[in-house]
């Protein structure tokens, strides 16, 4: 009984290869090149989808200061009593689903000429996040001022998803480490609701 044949055919026999023959074999070459384009075209796709996310956040946080600050410049905040914390709802929902309000801080400053206004940062000294303007309860037109006057509005945001993700490490905190602030900002001059 035998397990093998005598007679095997062609195609299984291996022909003694010499060291120019083993050169030019070119089996696995596919294999090889895709390990050499895979991770930076990894890196690509996931680099773009990060960038998608944050212009995602960071628009929809400029489009939150601009709907927040059209009630102070058309004097709908000032008249309608509205509150700080009113205020900061209406930012919030007009940015989106895509921002976590209680990640956001809303600063809002007043002065009588464009060069009394001064940017504030997001962050303290220690890289920490600012806290917003005023208490929840108090009214917005305390800090937004009256009729004519330059106001700017600002929301300091969170991200919490760029610390979870490598890839998205935007202008994260001191050292690299932690979430990523995403800043928006409008200024403007208050219409004459007077």
């Not at 070459?29 to 998608?52: D, K, S």
């Not at 709908?76 to 921002?99: L, P, R």
Request: aromatic residues 10%; positive net charge.
């Amino acid at each position: 009984m035998r397990f093998f044949p005598t007679n095997r055919p062609r195609s299984l026999h291996r022909p003694c290869r010499s060291r120019s023959g083993w050169l030019r074999n070119e089996d696995g070459v596919a294999a090889v090149e895709f390990a050499i384009v895979a991770l930076p075209f990894l890196l690509f796709v996931f680099g773009t989808i990060g960038m998608g996310l944050y212009f995602l956040a960071s628009t929809s946080l400029e489009y939150g200061a601009e709907a927040a600050g059209r009630k102070v410049r058309t004097g709908e905040a000032d008249k309608g009593d509205m509150s700080v914390g009113d205020f900061k709802n209406v930012a919030c929902t007009a940015a989106g689903t895509y921002i976590n309000c209680s990640k956001l801080a809303v600063l809002v400053q007043h002065a009588a000429t464009w060069s009394g206004i001064s940017p504030q940062s997001c962050t303290d000294s220690n890289g920490n996040m600012v806290t917003s303007t005023g208490s929840s309860g108090e009214l917005i037109s305390k800090y937004s001022g009256g009729a004519s006057e330059v106001v700017l509005v600002t929301l300091c945001y969170k991200w919490d998803l760029a610390s979870s993700f490598g890839f998205l490490k935007l202008g994260t905190g001191p050292g690299g480490a932690g979430p990523a602030m995403i800043q928006a900002s409008s200024a403007f001059k208050s219409e004459p609701f007077e």
